[in-house]
């Protein structure tokens, strides 16, 4: 940190001729000084007049502070050019660092125009990377004293400045969101950065941003570590509490569908689990849980075949999209799933075992070879015309190939079917 002194010179600085009445002066030299929270309450005091005076030609302060700086350094002897200007640039970021907060209190208590007071307080001098962070508290209070109108207004602005969830601006964003109650916009980074920060049960914006972490980029991987056990951590269960069960449900199926990575869905996943929908549930969903099966990541997949299961009996063309599916999938944990569903169902119906040639012809394909040799055990216990997955045989390796060869070619009752 340094000191006033050290920063500014032994001597006063002059005040730039706008900065007229006594009060405006005081506030400047709390600026220069450093003096965040006596400022803070002086802000506080101001008429309109003084607000505006200071709003005006406060970005000029900056350029002062920058332009007095290099000229103490000027006065330094040095050896070389590159010194003079390692030590200028090192000297004027460690000033605005620490006069940071400073800073952003004034433009917040004094700028009229919304739009200038945020470009002000997110700008390069302010919105320092590493500065101290900004004591929200203050800042919100030193906000009260501005229209209502205003607040609001910086408040929504601010919020669409959030990048990433640990945004130096967020904390201050969702402060006065929360203070003016104006309504969050909808923007994903400010529902990530909501996420980290403490909340507590009557905050004003969890009913706007809670149900929105099903659609806003980036929610899931905030929560991606929240747990079941041994009893739902805390987002887990306030989703339960406050979000209506058929759009949590909804929410998560739909979040599904959007894919992603798989930490990206974990928070949805265990969501879903808790929630535990019922087969009526399932069922008005079915055509969307069957649509996951392809290509979601593995644990979204076994979710949806697990949902699937749950309703069955299912319609036929329903039942043959479900094992095409799961045995296209290279984890053989679903690949086997399927191959079940496909045993079952030849048993109960003999004659659709030409609906499912083409799950026996993917599943020859597999790289797993226990896969492979289910695949070719079902068939030789299910299938009587070779023709159904001829294209199919060449794919196998060559013990499971010669098995379906030996078959078709000799007749049907060249090999007994293995019981599988």
């Known amino acids: ?31 220069r000084r450093n003096q965040v929270h006596e400022l803070g309450s002086r802000l506080l005091t101001l008429t309109e007049a003084e607000r505006g005076e200071i709003g005006r030609e406060l970005p000029g302060l900056v350029k002062d502070l920058r332009a007095e700086k290099t000229a103490e350094l000027a006065r330094r002897d040095y050896d070389a050019d590159w010194e003079r200007a390692w030590d200028e640039g090192f000297e004027i970021d460690e000033m605005l660092d ?27 001098d302010v919105n320092r990377r590493w500065a101290v962070g900004v004591n929200v508290a203050d800042a919100v ?8 109108e205003w607040q609001r207004d910086v408040a929504v602005r601010l919020a669409r400045r959030i990048r990433r969830p640990n945004d130096r601006v967020a904390p201050l964003a969702v402060a006065l969101l929360r203070a003016s109650g104006a309504e969050p916009p909808d923007h994903d980074p400010l529902v990530a950065a909501w996420l980290r920060m403490m909340t507590h049960p009557d905050d004003p914006l969890t009913s706007c941003l809670l149900p929105r972490i099903f659609d806003a980029e980036g929610a899931g991987r905030e929560l991606r570590d929240e747990r079941l056990t041994p ?31 798989a930490q990206d869905l974990r928070f949805f996943v265990r969501l879903h689990d808790l929630l535990a929908p019922t087969p009526e ?42 094992v095409e599916s799961l045995t296209f999938r290279a984890e053989a944990k679903l690949a086997t799933i399927g191959l079940r569903w496909l045993d079952a169902e030849l048993r109960r119906t003999p004659s659709a075992v030409a609906e499912f040639g083409p799950a026996l012809v993917t599943a020859y394909g597999h790289t797993s070879f226990n896969v492979q040799s289910r695949a070719v055990d079902l068939t030789l216990k299910h299938v009587t015309d070779g023709s159904l997955v001829a294209d199919g045989i060449a794919t196998l390796p060559a013990d499971l190939a010669a098995r379906l060869s030996a078959r078709f070619s000799a007749g049907p009752q060249a090999e007994q079917p293995t019981e599988v």
């Open 231 to 261: 009893a739902p951590t805390r987002w887990l269960a306030r989703v339960r509490g406050d979000v209506p069960r058929d759009r949590a449900i909804d929410g998560c199926v739909s979040r599904f569908l959007r894919g992603g990575e």
């Open 141 to 148: 209070r030193v906000a009260a004293s501005r229209p209502v």
């Open 1 to 31: 940190m340094i000191s006033p002194t050290r920063a500014f010179g032994h001597a006063a600085p002059s005040t730039p001729k706008f900065f007229s009445g006594p009060a405006v002066r005081r506030i400047l030299d709390l600026i």
């Open 281 to 322: 549930e399932t069922g008005a969903r079915l055509r969307d849980y069957l649509r996951l099966l392809p290509s979601s990541p593995g644990p979204v997949a076994e979710l949806a075949a697990k949902q699937i299961k749950a309703v069955f009996p299912i319609e036929r063309a329903d039942l043959v999209e479900a």
């Open 98 to 124: 620490e006069l940071a907060s400073a800073l952003l209190l004034a433009g917040i208590g004094t700028i009229t125009g919304p739009a200038a007071a945020v470009s002000f307080i997110t700008g390069r």
